[in-house]
């Protein structure tokens, strides 16, 4: 049977079982993964997966169930019912009427327009030219190409139904350079429309690399800090939960409760746009029509993320940001596009503004050593030594610690460059940010 009869049947069960209400939530995709090694395929995958989730309200409580088969949905449903009986909250969840949304278009990603052999391909070029790019270059640890495409529907007894179709395009390099006894690597990716980009993105994995080499501790102490995109990308990306109405609820963010207050520089500004080019979406996970919303403006914040459920609890209005990592998993939330907004300062004008300090190029252990409650970080970090608005060195084994919040207060300069970051449950854009002041452990 299709999703759309699964769904059709499950609702006029429902019903009949005494359901308030009832929703369907159907999600089915393919992955392809390739590896290149030694200009052979070490690893080759291509799975497929398909599931379809019953939410329903039963007697003022929401009940779940999942299943992998697109059989029998009277049983999912009194699976969702039996869930819902076992549940002793009662807050209100309710589900998303009927509406319209924006109309988006999204071009296929560079990656759906190749063959399975051409993705094949287009590794091996990647790797070949990762190895090409310099003399110094020994290996290339990782070379990946990797391509998902997906389908979701969501329909439910309140009038609602809607479909989409996504895709995500990701190449990524990891060449390893040595230099006397020194060994290095370095990393690289490129996403949707610059996935075929193997040139580019070889040529700044190795430069990555060869940018560390001779890198040492300096002095710790508190230093001027310069982030560089990705860097702070990532940052953003590990506390990203602190902007969700969920976690501030359930007393797991340091927000909760902070509207109006200010967070952050008077020059942080913070986007959530869902019809950014690089993933556009009409709606969300609970089918709410997508908006844009300035979570941080001047370094006030404006608004936290909310569901549905979120919202009713808060008496807000809901800001279309339902997430769900899959069918099988329940109603969170989370960012479409978050972004901080770009300034205009130049790359070199940038280092020109930090006169002495540090840059930042990478963070390592970006999930072990933040605590996204707290806000507190302390993470090994590698980049640059800067005197005099000129690159000295190249730094390593070093530690950079504090609290995001009072990080973001501290912003003094953003640059006029923006980079996203790997894409997780959501995506993250950052351009580069100058810090005041940032304890760094160091020698």
């Known amino acids: 049977m299709t999703n759309q009869e699964f769904s059709t049947l499950a609702a006029a069960y429902a019903k009949k079982a005494g359901c308030e209400n009832c929703e369907t939530f159907y999600a089915g995709g393919e992955s392809f993964e ?3 090694n030694g200009g052979e395929i070490d690893r080759y995958s291509v799975s497929r997966e398909a599931g379809v989730s019953v939410r329903v309200s039963f007697q003022g409580k929401q009940g779940y169930a999942y299943t992998e088969r697109l059989e029998e949905p009277e049983k999912l449903v009194d699976r969702a019912i039996d869930n819902a009986k076992c549940i002793e909250s009662t807050d209100d969840h309710p589900m998303q009427k009927r509406c319209e949304y924006k109309q988006v278009s999204r071009e296929p990603s560079a990656l759906a327009k190749l063959s399975e052999q051409e993705r094949i391909a287009l590794a091996k070029r990647l790797e070949q030219a ?13 070379c990946i190409v990797n391509y998902d495409s997906g389908s979701v529907r969501i329909e439910n007894t309140q009038g609602l139904s809607a479909e989409k179709n996504t895709d995500v395009s990701v190449i990524y390099v990891m060449p390893s350079v040595q230099e006397g006894d020194e060994v290095q690597t370095g990393i690289a990716f490129r996403m949707g429309a610059d996935a075929t980009d193997v040139e580019g993105c070889a040529r700044e994995a190795v430069q990555d690399a060869l940018g560390k080499l001779g890198g040492t501790p300096v002095a ?21 939960s602190v ?38 979406r009409a709606f969300d996970s609970e089918g709410t029509p997508c908006k844009v919303k300035t979570v941080v403006e001047n370094g006030v914040l404006k608004t936290l993320l909310h569901n549905l459920k979120t919202a009713a609890k808060a008496g807000v209005e809901n800001t279309g940001n339902a997430s ?7 109603v969170g939330v989370a960012p479409s596009v978050l972004r901080i907004e770009p300034g205009s300062l130049s790359a070199d004008e940038l280092i020109q503004t930090l006169g002495d300090g540090l840059i930042i190029t990478e963070l390592e252990g970006i999930h072990a050593g933040v605590d996204a409650i707290s806000g507190d970080f302390s993470l090994k970090s ?34 006029s460059d923006i980079l996203f970051s790997l894409p997780q449950i959501g995506y993250f854009a950052s351009p580069s940010v100058l810090v005041e002041r940032l304890s760094v452990a160091g020698s």
């Not at 359930?250 to 959530?272: P, Q």
């Open 324 to 330: 769900r990592a899959s069918a099988a998993s329940p």
């Open 382 to 415: 590698a980049g640059f030594l800067v005197e005099g608005g000129r690159i000295v060195r190249p730094v390593s084994n070093i530690t950079v610690a504090g609290n995001f919040i009072t990080l973001l207060k501290g912003v003094s300069a953003l640059g």
């Open 130 to 142: 990762a190895l090409e790019a310099d003399s110094r270059v020994k290996r290339v640890v990782y």
């Open 220 to 240: 710790s102490g508190f230093y001027r800090v310069l982030f560089r995109p990705y860097a702070f990308g990532d940052l953003l990306t590990a506390f990203s």
């Open 34 to 36: 390739v590896n290149a």
């Open 243 to 280: 902007f969700s109405a969920d976690e501030a609820q359930k007393g797991r963010s340091l927000l909760a409760n902070k509207e109006g207050e200010t967070i952050a520089s008077s020059i942080v500004t913070l986007t959530d746009d869902p019809f950014d080019p690089v993933a556009p």
